[in-house]
């Protein structure tokens, strides 16, 4: 009777050992921004991986994970492209235009930039003190991890938000949510399928196109008060306007999805009560990738 007990303990045991791998593996990533730094592990598998993002900053925060050549560094990226654009956005200050400022930035980023650096998606902007989750699929390599969002006058990677991740060879068992709502982003519209409950949703993004020129395509999620103007959003998501992107945004904002390359998906969740809101592109706003809609 004691060996049968023996038994049915090593078994109970094993059965626990093996639910307690098992969640190591679903590759479940805590992210806490802070103002000004990323709180999470230096190191994780490849696959399918969710990040779990806590905004406990005064401001607005986002990640965005940069894919880096295995030719360059993470230094290198930090001194070579983050640089260029704290001088540029300078020379905004001192009034040069945005034309000039371009042509300034495509001259100072080294061409491996442009041509090499993928940019693998993160959570889109969001509201202080408020949560979300994101799901990628991400290859093994070293990423730069960053938020780019201005206090002021200075972008929080100079502040202290950027970071390197290493996306390890071994791959997790994870596999990606159910989505309740689809998302597909095209060069000129935000097309959406299922609709959206007041309480937690899921939502998928299909990068379905990217432009010729400059970032990919991306959506965020802004609740409509009823003083919003739509107008001072878009302009507050150009960068290149001194006032935009820096805290404090005219609007909520409750995440959604940094740009992938074409033909990856991208999940994630947002928690929302009843109300109007609108999904708006932060690299195409401009050109009317806004679209509104209300939560029953
Ligand atoms: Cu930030």
């Known amino acids: 009777m004691k060996l049968l007990n023996y038994f ?12 307690c791998n098992t969640s190591t593996n ?6 806490i921004a802070r103002d000004f730094n990323f709180e999470v592990v230096d190191e994780i598998q490849s696959g399918w991986t969710t990040f779990q993002f806590e905004n406990r900053g005064q401001v ?6 940069n894919l880096l050549p295995d030719t360059i560094s993470f230094e290198t990226y930090h ?3 983050t640089r260029p654009f ?6 905004l200050k001192a009034g ?5 400022a371009i042509g300034m930035l495509i001259e100072m980023i080294p061409g491996w930039y442009f041509s090499s650096v993928k940019q693998m998606g993160g959570t889109g902007i969001v509201a202080a003190g408020k949560t979300t ?5 991400l290859s093994p390599g070293t990423y730069a991890m960053e938020c780019y969002i201005k206090y002021q006058g200075l972008f929080h990677t100079s502040l202290g938000m950027i970071r390197p991740i290493i996306v390890l060879e071994e791959a997790s068992d994870l596999e990606p949510p159910k989505a309740g709502m689809d998302i597909t982003l095209t060069n000129y519209n935000i097309e959406t399928k299922g609709e959206i409950k007041p309480g937690v949703n899921t939502i998928s993004v299909y990068f379905k196109e990217h432009p010729e020129f400059g970032l990919g395509n991306d959506v965020h999620l802004i609740r409509m008060g009823d003083k919003t103007d739509i107008d001072e959003v878009i302009f507050w998501l150009d960068w290149m306007n001194i006032k935009g992107l820096q805290s404090p945004a005219p609007v909520e904002f409750f995440g959604g999805t940094q740009e992938m390359p074409v033909g990856y998906t991208s999940y994630f969740t947002v928690d929302l009560d009843p109300g109007n809101y609108a999904w708006i592109s932060e690299s195409s706003a401009a050109k009317g990738m806004v679209k509104m809609f209300t939560v029953k």
């Open 8 to 19: 049915i303990f090593t078994f109970i045991a094993i059965v626990i050992l093996n639910s």
């Open 26 to 31: 679903d590759n479940v990533v805590k992210v």
């Open 60 to 65: 607005e925060h986002f990640f965005l994970l």
């Open 79 to 81: 001194d070579e492209v």
């Open 86 to 91: 704290e001088i540029v956005f300078d020379s």
């Open 96 to 100: 040069k235009s945005k034309t000039d």
């Open 133 to 137: 989750q994101v799901t990628l699929k």
